[in-house]
């Protein structure tokens, strides 16, 4: 079963903006998202209680990412604004029963969508 399908990722320019979505089979209690570049470890970036709507997001992305999800709960969102290119690299929708921007706390992940940044 494929739980968790990413898009919206693509090639932008630095400053520029990207929204990526989320499709979401299933309820969670905490969804996030997640990024790995080149060469990098896995590092959180954002995840929101599907049940309050409380979020955390990474020091790194605080002010310019944002994280959301649509009433039904069938779609997770990333805003992302202002764009870097240290911003760059493989970003992942995950979805599990804790909410922590570790992503050894979370047990669901799509396959990734890609995100490059040019300067």
């Known amino acids: 079963l494929v739980r968790l399908v990413e898009s919206g990722g693509g090639s932008v320019q630095a400053g520029g903006s990207l929204r990526l979505s989320c499709a979401v089979v299933d309820d969670y209690a905490y969804m996030g998202w997640f990024r790995q570049a080149p060469g990098k470890e896995r590092e959180g970036v954002a995840f929101?209680?599907?049940?309050?709507?409380?979020?955390d997001t990474a020091d790194p992305v605080k002010g310019r990412f944002t994280i959301s999800q649509d009433n039904a709960k069938t779609t997770l969102y990333l805003q992302m604004n202002s764009l870097k290119p240290e911003d760059s690299g493989t970003y992942y929708c995950?979805?599990?029963?804790?909410?922590?921007?570790?992503?050894?706390?979370?047990?669901?992940w799509g396959q990734g969508t890609q995100v490059t940044v040019s300067s």
């Open positions: 995950a979805a599990g029963p804790f909410g922590s921007l570790s992503p050894s706390r979370f047990k669901y």
């Open positions: 929101i209680d599907s049940f309050s709507g409380v979020t």
